[in-house]
Every structure is written in structure tokens, then in C-alpha cells.
């Protein structure tokens, strides 16, 4: 079944980026919300232009969607300008955390979290961004160890390659990625004990080509990380997704540690309605989830996506499909 023939979850409004997470026996989504703002397309983004965030729950699978609202808008969170972009969240301890991208008042992209006492919300912002944080995307993992991990990072609009040597460089929009060599990395960083702050440096993530065990090399673009980063668990192993960006893959990576090195897998999803895919797995009542989005509710236009799932599998190799494996 091809995306765009899967209905979307949410049509009252147009969401995207889909982060979905089981919280006390219901599954809850975090999407960015989408709004059409009137900007013309560009390399930087500024077509996205979402300003708050709503959350959803699910009770069954095929059931009713429930909306919960605003859980968090940008007007009320100090440091930011404009953007809020793709978020996640997570629970430890009794709370609930929203971690999201947005531009400071220099235009940068930082990292921010929210504390909730529900996973829906609302969600009240500390008054600033997570220090040392840059970039977009955002994804948090905690482990059954208790350690939580964020997973960070996006090419050209989201200003990864501006961070090549640790700190900013506005000229690097420039040259956008890097053209030769090895591919810039996703960054992951751990989180202290209350959520709030890296516990540490932030380290890149490294996925490694099968074929020579050395990373993916710049010009690789079906394959290399552009966007997008998830993690989830299957079978004791820690599987890294992200989108592909321009080349509009979802692609995984396998490791046997949350910090990686992780190895190419395979692709999960090809090409959708829209210019790429953001998306996240989740289990579900025993059964797995690709939670992603397009535009075929919007006919194409790529700064107004539509939230979608579909089952996803693993063979006994664990390597993921989209459809179950045949005897």
C-alpha cells in the first residue's frame, strides 16, 4: 500500500513529523503542527513557520484520534523567536518532558524542553534552550537502565552544517553539507537525571557502510543522514532511523549500543507525496508502527503534511519491512 493511499490520522488540521510514544496503556502523538503562512519555499525552512504544538492519543489502533489541544506555543517561551519545529517527548520519574527545536532571537536553532505532569499537557517551558544544544529534530530515548539519550541534528535548514567544529558558523549555509568525504553526523548527547540538561559531550552518531565498516561517506545521499533521527529497541538491539532528506528515504541503522557505531540496515520507506518524511516507530498492543507523514491531503504542498501509520515488521534476521515475511 503506497502512503498516499493510507488515510491520514488527523485531517482537521495538518500536522507532521509524528513522534508517537506509549504512555500508560494509550499512545500519545507529538507532531508539529502545520500552517500555511504564505512564505515561499526555500532551503532554509522559513516556509515551515509552525508556532505551537498539539497532542493526540489513540486508544485502539483504527480507533478515534483525540485531540487535546495546545500544549505548548511559542509566545510563551522566552528564548524563542519564531519555528517550533519537529519535537518528541518522553516520561521519567513521574513527569513529562516535550523537548523541541526552535530559532533564538539570533536566528539559531536550539533546543528547548517543556515539563508536564500528563502526557498530554499542557507543558511549562524552562526559560531557556538545553545549553550547548544547536540544530533541529530531537528525539529522546530512555533506556531500561534509566539513562535518557537525545538524538539531534539537520542539514542545511536546520543548521547542522553550520556546527562542523563546535560552534556556529552562519557562512556555512554556503556550502550546505559537506561535498566530499565522510557524511555529517546525527548528535546524540546523555541526559542528566532530571531531564533537563546534557549529561556530558555531545558525541556524533556514527553509521557505518556494511560493505567496509567505515562511515557513510558525504556523497551518498541515499543513505546518509540528513534528518530525522529515531531510536527504539527490538530484540536487544538499538535501531537508528532517520530520513534521507533530499533523496526523501527513511533508512535504519543497527548497533548494540544507544551511542552506536551503528550499521546500515536498509531503507523502511521509499519516496512519499511531499519533498521528505519525518518519522518515528512505536509498539502498540503487541503490534509494530511506522508513524510518518505527506501531503496527499494538501495535494502536494510540502509545508502542509498530514500525520499517517502503517504496521511494520522484522524478519528473523531482525531487518524491518513494510510487509510480513512469507514462509
Not at 10 to 31: C, E, M, Q, R, W
Not at 146 to 175: E, H, M, P, S, V
Not at 291 to 318: M, P, Q, T, W
Amino acid at each position: 500500500m503506497a502512503s498516499n493511499d493510507l488515510k491520514p490520522l488527523i485531517s482537521h488540521l495538518y500536522t507532521a513529523d509524528p513522534s508517537a510514544h506509549v504512555f500508560n496503556g494509550k499512545l500519545y502523538i507529538y507532531p508539529s503542527h502545520d500552517i500555511d503562512a504564505a512564505i515561499e519555499d526555500n532551503d532554509n525552512g522559513d516556509q515551515y513557520a509552525m508556532n505551537d504544538y498539539h497532542v493526540f492519543s489513540i486508544e485502539e489502533m483504527g480507533g478515534p484520534v483525540v485531540d487535546h489541544g495546545v500544549a505548548l506555543k511559542a509566545e510563551d517561551i522566552p528564548w524563542v523567536s519564531k519555528q517550533l519545529w519537529a519535537p518528541d517527548a518522553a516520561t521519567k520519574n513521574g513527569k513529562y518532558y516535550l523537548y523541541f527545536p526552535a530559532r533564538d532571537h539570533q536566528g539559531v536553532f536550539r533546543i528547548g524542553v517543556a515539563v508536564g505532569d500528563k502526557p498530554e499537557g499542557p507543558f511549562k517551558p524552562n526559560p531557556e534552550p538545553i545549553k550547548g544544544s544547536y540544530s533541529i529534530d530531537p528525539a529522546a530515548f530512555v533506556d531500561d537502565d534509566g539513562q535518557a539519550y537525545l538524538y539531534f541534528g539537520g542539514i542545511w535548514g536546520g543548521q547542522l552544517q553550520c556546527w562542523r567544529n563546535g560552534t556556529y558558523n552562519a557562512d556555512d549555509y554556503k556550502t550546505m553539507e559537506n561535498s566530499s568525504g565522510n557524511a555529517l553526523l546525527p548528535r546524540v548527547a546523555k541526559l542528566t537525571e532530571d531531564m533537563t540538561e546534557f549529561d556530558g559531550p555531545i558525541q556524533g552518531v556514527v553509521i557505518n557502510d556494511p560493505a567496509t565498516n567505515q562511515p557513510l561517506l558525504a556523497d551518498d545521499h541515499d543513505r546518509r543522514f540528513f534528518e530525522a533521527a529515531w531510536l527504539h529497541k527490538y530484540n536487544g538491539k538499538y535501531y537508528f532511523s532517520y530520513s534521507t532528506g533530499d533523496t526523501h528515504y527513511l533508512c535504519y541503522a543497527i548497533g548494540d549500543s544507544p551511542l552506536g557505531p551503528f550499521t546500515y540496515a536498509g531503507r523502511i520507506y521509499e519516496p512519499v507525496v511531499g519533498w521528505t518524511t519525518h518519522h518515528s516507530i512505536a509498539e502498540f498492543k503487541g503490534k509494530w508502527y511506522l508513524f510518518h507523514h505527506d501531503s496527499s491531503l494538501s495535494n502536494g504542498v510540502n509545508h502542509l503534511r498530514s500525520v499517517k501509520v502503517r504496521e511494520i515488521f522484522y524478519d528473523k534476521e531482525g531487518k524491518i519491512s513494510t510487509a510480513p515475511a512469507t514462509a
